[in-house]
């Protein structure tokens, strides 16, 4: 059964107040459509300026082609709800439409917000430490021509700059990337450039700028010829800026805003005074498991989340790691049910209407494992307490960027340390020996995680059993040992 949701409000009546860097899926998906439910049942008048830095010049001139409308298509089981999202004003490419064009508009004083979903590498930091990579090549380019910048941080800094001589307010900076405490990452980024450039300006930006933490949730795969085509015969004609997700979604805000903000309470957002343990929860639980599923899931044969959950045992695993492992990691405000977030997300994970590729879950893990699974590592260790399955998924991530599956076939690693991680490999091979390579890598894993010899060890078995027994035999024998 199919449902479409047309617009019920003029669309200029939306002003851009709110600039967005990385027009993606997930934005689309999320904060773009909180934005249009919230105008559909107020006055609000907050819409996004979207701006694309590096790639998607062909997303933002499609989306100029049909009058800044998009679908979404919600797909639960049994029932899709296809909504027109409105929400957009403008859209904006640095490299179609200029560098100054975009600074120019984050300027703008009406602009009260500048989010990002950037990803993890968008912050140019090294996630150890959280403070801003000097050596990054985009951050030395912005160093070097900060009026010219490359990158999100360097547009962020060069912004407030220019608001700040021309006695214009700051913008709050919201971070909606799935990254702990991003909100901080995002501050220690902007701060830690801008002290590179101007001590003043670095000053009025830590005095006057709010970066409030978020968690944003809802599963959005990648969109495929197949769920366009699926849009396509919903509307009537077809859609190329057109995303398809699960009709689950959840948005947990630190209330934190300097320039104002919309009312996006009234459309089931959650604003908080501190997002921490929102964050870890969804890290922990549903990123970690996820991250399980996706090493051992493709290593495995499985090309799609659902698809091992069509295997007991991976979807037995799953639900372990969060209970038993993850879950006893995290200290929660009082009524929060972590059972029933747990069987919340097996059904996610389940919904076969969601074709979310392992392959795409499995990119940058460099910069996914300290959050998702490593701190949970260290709680255990602390506590004496045992994590089996947080062993095998970090195994299971260090067969998987060995760059070749069970079969022989090649595995296209994406992630930015992938040649660091061949390089590891042309000298070890699939070998255990890989494990004490891989683990030296101090910006991946703390120097005194990688020497506790418990860790270790685990991982070095959990690696073993990988090599002897594969992928879904070593998900069933680490069930047994539990």
């Known amino acids: 059964m199919n449902e479409t949701q047309q617009m019920t409000y003029a669309k200029n009546s939306l002003q851009s107040k709110i600039l967005h860097l990385g027009f993606g899926a997930f934005h689309r998906a999320h904060q773009a459509l909180f934005a249009d439910q919230l105008a559909r049942i107020s006055d609000s008048d907050w819409g996004y300026a979207e701006v694309n830095l590096i790639g998607g010049e062909s997303l933002i001139n499609l989306l100029k082609k049909q009058n800044l409308q998009y679908c979404v298509l919600e797909k639960g089981n049994g029932k899709s709800?296809?909504?027109?999202?409105?929400?957009?004003?403008?859209?904006?490419?640095?490299?179609?439409?200029?560098?100054?064009?975009?600074?120019?508009?984050?300027?703008?004083?009406q602009i009260a917000i500048v989010s990002l979903t950037v990803t993890e590498k968008g912050y140019c930091t090294d996630l150890a430490t959280g403070k801003l990579d000097l050596n990054n090549p985009l951050i030395q380019q912005d160093l070097a021509h900060p009026q010219q910048p490359v990158s999100a941080i360097g547009y962020i800094v060069e912004a407030l700059r220019r608001r700040k001589i021309r006695n214009l307010e700051p913008f709050t900076v919201m971070s909606c990337d799935n990254v702990m405490e991003n909100g901080h990452i995002a501050k220690s980024a902007v701060l830690g450039l801008a002290y590179q450039i101007d001590n003043a300006l670095a000053q009025w930006i830590e005095q006057n700028v709010t970066f409030p933490?978020?968690?944003?949730?809802?599963?959005?795969?990648?969109?495929?010829?197949?769920?366009?085509?699926?849009?396509?015969?919903?509307?009537?004609?077809?859609?190329?800026?057109?995303?398809?997700?699960?009709?689950?979604?959840?948005?947990?805000?630190?209330?934190?805003?300097?320039?104002?903000?919309?009312?996006?309470?009234?459309?089931?957002?959650?604003?908080?005074?501190?997002?921490?343990p929102f964050e870890q929860m969804k890290l922990r639980m549903l990123n970690g498991s996820h991250s399980f599923l996706a090493y051992l899931g493709y290593l495995g044969g499985y090309q799609h989340i659902s698809d091992t959950m069509q295997d007991p045992h991976y979807r037995r695993a799953a639900l372990n790691l969060m209970l038993n492992e993850q879950a006893p990691t995290l200290s929660m405000p009082e009524g929060i049910d972590l059972r029933r977030y747990a069987d919340l997300l097996i059904e996610r994970f389940t919904n076969p209407s969601l074709k979310h590729r392992t392959w795409q879950i499995a990119m940058d893990g460099s910069q996914k494992l300290p959050p998702?699974?490593?701190?949970?590592?260290?709680?255990?260790?602390?506590?004496?307490?045992?994590f089996p399955l947080l062993a095998l998924t970090v195994a299971g991530w260090i067969r998987y960027v060995s760059g070749t599956d069970e079969n022989n076939q090649p595995i296209e690693v994406k992630d930015p340390m992938a040649e660091q991680f061949a390089a590891i490999y042309a000298k070890c091979g699939l070998n255990v020996a890989v494990v004490?390579?891989?683990?030296?890598?101090?910006?991946?894993?703390?120097?005194?995680?990688?020497?506790?010899?418990?860790?270790?060890?685990?991982?070095?078995?959990?690696?073993?059993?990988?090599?002897?027994?594969?992928?879904?035999?070593?998900?069933?024998?680490y069930l047994v040992q539990e």
């Open 81 to 109: 709800t296809a909504r027109i999202i409105n929400s957009v004003c403008e859209a904006l490419h640095a490299q179609l439409d200029g560098v100054e064009a975009v600074l120019e508009k984050m300027a703008e004083p």
């Open 213 to 276: 933490c978020t968690m944003v949730d809802r599963i959005v795969p990648a969109a495929t010829e197949e769920t366009l085509q699926e849009i396509a015969d919903i509307l009537g004609y077809d859609d190329p800026c057109g995303i398809a997700c699960e009709e689950f979604k959840q948005w947990v805000i630190e209330d934190n805003f300097v320039a104002g903000r919309p009312q996006w309470e009234w459309v089931g957002a959650e604003l908080v005074q501190d997002v921490r």
């Open 372 to 386: 998702r699974l490593l701190e949970s590592i260290a709680f255990h260790l602390e506590n004496q307490t045992p």
């Open 436 to 477: 004490d390579e891989l683990l030296k890598l101090e910006n991946i894993f703390p120097a005194d995680l990688a020497a506790n010899p418990t860790f270790v060890a685990q991982v070095h078995m959990a690696y073993q059993t990988l090599l002897e027994q594969g992928a879904r035999q070593a998900v069933a024998a």
